[in-house]
């Protein structure tokens, strides 16, 4: 790791324009965490039989994940192109066009026509909008968080930069409250037309938050960087090459939660309604409540990052992943609603929002400004790519090897937490320090 450089703290803001530059965020961000999520929900219950038929069913989901993975694998190159740009224009103009990326995307699977109507057609074309989706919120994240980060004080930074993450549970809550409402139509009319109304008004979200965006000022950082002309050349490159152990260490640090993310709030749903044959009531309202959950305990975790340290946090997490492995799947197999309601709510709230929450301030500080958001942006999406595009895909999978034991899934899980733990003791303390 490279020694870190600081320069003396920037003037503050003010409380109103911070309050403004947290909202803008976190609006922005419900709205691309919305889109993007709602995919996941309808992989799990529209997307295997209207878009991947098959006499096996088994097949047709392990189809529709392998869809879903390939927006979390187009991430790292958004991350890549608005990277690039945002390091050398700015952070504010990659915002409103990412936005506007996710948003078209989303809205045209809700036009799609399905497979029994123009074949092979409709699964590639779906894949292609895929691919779009997770360009934009590729570039989306990196510009979002450091909005807030690189204007927040030293030692807030952890809340303050935790406060953008909550976009994702809000996103959560819109995309699986609408679908949970959809889904109580009867089946011929939720597969008929109703799963197409929650990718549809996404353009309508997408317009609020293009609107609060392009309201927003560039970052004092950032400014700075332009000031001395400092800005790097081929921000991208220059990351990899010149900062390898910063980068690696990003991309480590995302794989557990990433992966605990995809278990229990994606595969689960196919889990629930196929293998248990349980309502799809069941897992929703686990998963809507885990959301509700993590608007509190988000910020909670970057607080209390900002005293006990980013490093605790992150160990402490990893922790639970490694002891809650088995224990997640036990718990659901009871097929009691209440303790899957429970199981989903603890391994969303301390295997996933801890890391989530934390990670937003953590990866941008691994990184000089110059760098910052190629670095954050790449490291966050190389290991969303790795990590949450691949597990629903190999826990499926891994079901069909095992005759449909889940064993193996935990043992990936136990892995993943394992390879995030070796990520944090590489890593710098970076809490209560002034931004290089």
């Given at each position: ?287 809507f409540a885990s959301s509700f959950v993590a608007l509190f305990s988000i910020p909670l975790f970057g607080w ?133």
């Amino acid at each position: 790791m490279t020694i870190q450089v600081t320069s003396p703290p920037l003037p503050a803001i003010g409380p109103a324009q911070m309050r403004r530059i947290v909202t803008s965020s976190v609006v922005g961000t419900a709205v691309e965490w919305y889109d993007f999520l709602i995919y996941g929900t309808a992989s799990a219950l529209v997307f295997n039989k209207l878009f991947f038929p098959s006499s096996d069913p088994a097949v047709g989901t392990i189809a529709a994940f392998a869809t879903y993975a390939v927006g979390f694998l187009a991430r790292p190159l958004g991350a890549a192109i608005f990277g690039h740009f945002g390091d050398k224009v700015g952070r504010k103009r990659m915002l409103a066009a990412t936005i506007i990326i996710m948003g078209v995307g989303t809205f045209l699977i809700g036009c799609l026509p399905t497979y029994s109507q123009i074949g092979i057609w409709a699964p590639i074309l779906l894949v292609l909008l895929r691919l779009l989706q997770g360009v934009g919120l590729g570039g989306e994240w990196g510009g979002a968080v450091l909005m807030v980060v690189e204007n927040a004080p030293a030692r807030r930074r952890g809340f303050f930069g935790s406060l953008v993450q909550v976009g994702n549970p809000l996103g959560n809550l819109a995309a699986v409250g609408i679908f949970t409402a959809m889904s109580g139509l009867p089946e011929s009319e939720f597969l008929g037309w109703a799963w197409r109304v929650p990718f549809l008004i996404s353009i309508l979200l997408v317009g609020v938050g293009l609107f609060i965006r392009l309201r927003l000022e560039e970052t004092p950082a950032f400014r700075v960087v332009e000031a001395r002309k400092d800005v790097a050349r081929l921000p991208v490159v220059e990351v990899i090459t010149q900062h390898p152990r910063a980068f690696l260490t990003a991309v480590g640090l995302k794989l557990s939660e990433i992966a605990w993310a995809s278990i229990a709030s994606v595969f689960v749903i196919s889990y629930v309604t196929g293998t248990l044959a349980l309502p799809r009531s069941v897992v929703l309202n686990g998963i809507f409540a885990s959301s509700f959950v993590a608007l509190f305990s988000i910020p909670l975790f970057g607080w209390l990052s900002d005293r006990v340290g980013r490093k605790t946090m992150f160990y402490a997490s990893c922790l639970f992943c490694i002891a809650f492995a088995f224990p997640f799947f036990w718990l659901v197999d009871t097929k009691d609603p209440t303790i899957i309601a429970l199981a989903i709510v603890a391994a969303i709230s301390f295997g996933q929002m801890v890391g989530f929450g934390v990670g937003a301030p953590f990866y941008s500080e691994l990184f000089a400004a110059r760098l910052r958001y190629s670095g954050a942006s790449l490291g966050f999406q190389i290991g969303a790519a790795i990590s949450g595009g691949l597990t629903p895909f190999a826990a499926a999978s891994l079901m069909v090897w095992s005759g449909g034991a889940t064993w193996p899934i935990s043992i990936y899980l136990i892995a993943a937490a394992l390879i995030t733990i070796v990520a944090t003791a590489m890593a710098p303390e970076t809490a209560r320090t002034e931004l290089r």
